[in-house]
């Protein structure tokens, strides 16, 4: 199975300031996201990080997903550090990647784009940075925690969470 989260920002005091996640503490978050992850992510599992893992500050890249199960790959977003994309975790780490999966083409960066490969062709975009808050372009989709229960969701999910709200 093949999964896809963004913004995760482990250990980021910001996120429960900032997007009022519903967590006493930041031990309490990550160890919500791990436990999440982890209940829908096999060992055997590809996932896709679309960018912002985890904060500088907080404790060592690789002790966080040494702790998640799956073939880890990064997309990078912009408030990964060095420290995140030189992490040991990672199965592949680039801005930008193009994919084909269940007959759809995905175009995967960290950032939502206006227009992107394909488009004209029906392909999708999955992108994360914007926590939700962005109403969405046709073919658009923000896979980040917080639009989507603060876990990873397989391509299946995110389609059919557009069809749910759809009027």
Not at 18 to 26: S, T, V, Y
Not at 46 to 75: F, M, Q, Y
Request: hydrophobic residues 35%; glycine residues 8%; charged residues 25%.
């Amino acid at each position: 199975m093949i999964y896809f989260t963004s913004d995760t920002h482990f250990s980021d005091p910001r996120v429960l300031r900032i997007d009022h996640r519903p967590f006493a503490n930041l031990e309490e978050h990550d160890e919500t996201l791990i436990r999440n992850w982890n209940a829908v992510v096999a060992d055997g599992d590809e996932i896709w990080h679309l960018g912002d893992v985890v904060s500088s500050r907080a404790v060592p890249c690789d002790t966080i997903l040494s702790r998640l199960n799956g073939r880890k790959h990064l997309i990078i977003g912009n408030n990964d550090p060095p420290a995140t994309v030189e992490a040991k975790g990672w199965a592949s780490v680039q801005h930008y990647a193009e994919l084909k999966l269940e007959g759809e083409h995905l175009i995967l960066c960290h950032y939502p784009f206006r227009t992107w490969n394909k488009i004209g062709k029906k392909s999708i975009n999955l992108h994360g940075h914007s926590h939700g808050r962005l109403k969405p372009f046709l073919r658009q989709y923000d896979v980040g925690v917080d639009p989507q229960g603060l876990k990873p969701v397989t391509l299946g999910e995110i389609l059919a969470s557009r069809r749910r709200s759809a009027p």
